[in-house]
């Protein structure tokens, strides 16, 4: 990584370059091994106060995750508590900086576009003093030759304060399908005892591009409940948290009437945390999963010194176990 200033007063450029390749001899062992050098990010930014604008390869991180694209971005804020901003460029696989049409896509999807897709999109965010917020995001991708759409999604964000409890809520659609990827609904509130608590609504319907053929299978979504607690002692040396959730998936019209295929799931997890001295300090953690196909449960430990703010050293222990299992070795349709 690389960042360098004196090009003019709020004026910098940032490099984020990967090189990868095989010190034992041994090719097409690892995924991409053969791809020695990537661009992650290259652009030049242009900081000015209430604008901060940005041209060249990029990533976004916005309502609709990860947007990786070749082209400018400009963030303007209005007012104190109105921000809007825009982008827009050549479309690059989400986390991978290759176009669509690259090999590195090529060699997973069975049929890769064949054009390059162009995406746009605008926010708005808006805050106000008491501490509700509002934001939208419009997202468009189109083929470079305007044959056809890639995809169009929309999200929408709020959350209001509601005496000492705050109420949050979020959507996320599929313009191009009708679909609604998700929904979450989220209340928290501090409890006495040093407590505080968070209870989750989930609506969960998985997006994919119009590009890819995985679409065309109807993936279903799943509908969740999930609570979670926090408390840390009086001198905040000592502090655990727990969640649990509950999964119930939509029909899949799949399996067999005398060998159903289970529907529903659950996590329950804790973390915990412990300072011994200003020094030393030990966490541990555990986590189970039910899922429809497969189940897993892990845990770690771990033991930190931290002499000085400027380093530390740390042990850190974690172990895991998978289970899978297959009703049917083959289907035939």
Known sequence: EATGWGLGTGISAYAHIRLRGSAGGVSDL????????????AYLE????????RAGRQWLTSQLGLNNFDGASVAVRVRPWLHVAGYGGWSLIEGLSEPPTSDALAAAELLPPDSRGILAGATVRLRASSGASFSAEYQREIRTDRAG???????LDGGLPV??????????ADLATGALNELVLRASRPLPFRLSATV???HYTPFFPLWTIWGVFSPVGYNEARVETHWHSPAQTFSLSADGSYRRYEDTH???????LRNDGWHVGGTGTWQL???????????????????????????????SQRWYVGVIG????DEGYWLLNDIVW
């Open 46 to 53: 242009i900081n000015r106060g209430a604008v901060l604008a």
């Open 277 to 307: 001295s200003p020094p030393w300090s030990v966490s541990g953690s555990y986590g189970r999963d039910i899922g429809f196909g497969a189940s897993q449960s892990d845990g770690s430990e771990g033991v930190h010194w931290t002499p």
């Open 30 to 41: 690892y995924p991409r091994e053969n791809d020695h050098f990537d661009a992650l990010a």
């Open 200 to 202: 989750e609504g989930r």
């Open 318 to 321: 974690t172990a895991l176990q």
């Open 149 to 155: 759409l890639y995809s169009e999604r929309v999200a």
């Open 163 to 172: 005496g000492i409890a705050r109420v949050d809520a979020s959507m996320q």
């Open 254 to 260: 799949a399996g067999l009437a005398f060998l159903p």
